[in-house]
């Protein structure tokens, strides 16, 4: 249970960062809290290990222009307890609770766990669902990447090699939305078995839009648009399970996960509305 | 690399590879820090970065260059009495074999400086990351309630 040797290097810049990704075989270090577990397990043994936890101008939490701006570096429990979160995405702090314990949350990082694409992780979800952007440096510059063209499958992006994710940015949402999470684990802070991110957009006390984001149940989060059935729990579970097609593993059967996910649906849609009037009220 | 460990600077040089608990165990020596599952789930190594709890197993050594780390060892009080924390666990029989308390220690002390009344349904929360294979946990929630019990009595604690 010792990761096999690496060169390691810690960047003081962006570009430095940058240059030490392009050597062959490298990976970033940041919270490495899903990283190290699968080095140690020699699941993944790169050669280069660039560590990010020096650059503290990827540290920042802050709105720029209609965007709510995470940085690279910025730890789970910082965005857990942050203000501009709550008031501009409360999304991302209802399914951080859900992220692991404490005490890895102190080390582990929000953009991290996005860069890192777990099928399972809540914040990928998330990011999936508000249509977050993720930003990346790479040797021809900067780019941004819709979240829904970076997830391609379990632990897999559409990031280059020798980019590095430098933050990710969320649409802020005004008080007329109301969002929700929802999931199902064996132990608190495990992976769920099957969790769901909702988002509704109330007006005037009618529901005018709704989507939910479904992860656990494929290699990557899956969003659905439920509008036109989300008045209807039987039409809106027909949806749902003709797009679903969740795994049996050691943990629990397909119809067990899909069993699951017609409950957390109805409640994360219930609870996102009882959110938005909370929120205009 | 340069870290202060248990409020002594010290400087060393150690293999990029080698993780923080490793670190402490093998290079320092002070075993005070156990290494269960390591990768992240049991919590025995937990230890102190900067006073937050994190867990030893999961950082690499020269990823904390520069910080302060704070073990089991070095919750114990200046004149080597328990400090607070181990005393209560002393006192509830929060340990049976030992090999999870380093863990529970850390994790409960950097609890209480944040949460000196707890409820507890909050002591529980706190702890869910440690795994205890003796005590069922009850006189665990025990000892935080007992610590807090202290920490209200002005019991000495140097840490």
Known sequence: ?281 | MEITVNGTPLSARVPARRLLSDFLRHDLRLTGTHVGCEHGVCGACTILLEGKPVRGCLIFAVSVTGSAVTTVEGLVNNDGSLGIVQRAFHESHGLQCGFCTPGFITTIHAFLKENPHPTEEEAREAIAGNLCRCTGYQNIIKSVMRAAELIDSGVRDDH
């Not at chain 1, 960047?11 to 075989?25: D, G, K, T």
């Not at chain 1, 994710?165 to 007329?176: I, K, Q």
């Open chain 1, 1 to 281: 249970m010792k990761p096999s040797r690496f060169h390691y290097v810690r960047p003081r810049s962006i570009p430095e960062a940058v240059m030490a990704l392009q050597r062959h075989n490298s990976k970033v270090l940041s919270g490495g809290q899903s990283l190290t577990p699968l080095l140690s397990m020699r699941l993944a043994s790169p050669d280069v290990l660039v560590d990010i936890n020096g650059l503290t101008e990827l540290s920042g939490i802050e709105l720029r222009g209609s965007d709510l701006w995470i940085g690279a570096i910025a730890r789970h429990q910082e965005v857990l307890t942050h203000d501009l979160v709550k008031t501009h995405v409360p999304l991302i702090q209802q399914a951080l609770a859900y992220v692991a314990h404490p005490v890895i949350r102190n080390r582990g990082t929000s953009v991290g766990s996005i860069a890192h694409a777990d099928p399972a992780g809540e914040l990928t979800a998330v990011a999936a669902l508000l249509g977050a952007r993720i930003h990346a440096s790479g040797q021809q510059g900067p780019r941004e990447i819709l979240a829904a063209d970076f997830f391609v499958g379990p632990l897999e992006s559409s990031l280059e090699h020798g980019e590095l994710v430098t933050g990710v940015s969320f649409p802020v949402l005004d008080a007329t939305w109301g969002s929700s999470c929802a999931e199902v684990a064996r132990r608190h802070g495990d992976y769920a078995l099957a969790g769901v991110c909702a988002l509704v957009r109330v007006l005037d006390g009618l529901i005018v839009a709704a989507r939910i984001s479904i992860f656990s149940v494929a290699g990557t989060p899956l969003v659905i648009d439920v509008m036109d059935v989300h008045e209807d729990p039987e039409k809106l579970n027909l949806k749902v399970q003709a797009l679903i097609d969740p795994d049996t593993d050691i943990h629990a059967t397909s119809d067990y996960r899909r069993q699951l996910v017609k409950t957390l649906v109805v409640q994360a849609l219930t609870e996102a509305r009882v959110h938005a009037e909370l929120r205009q009220s």
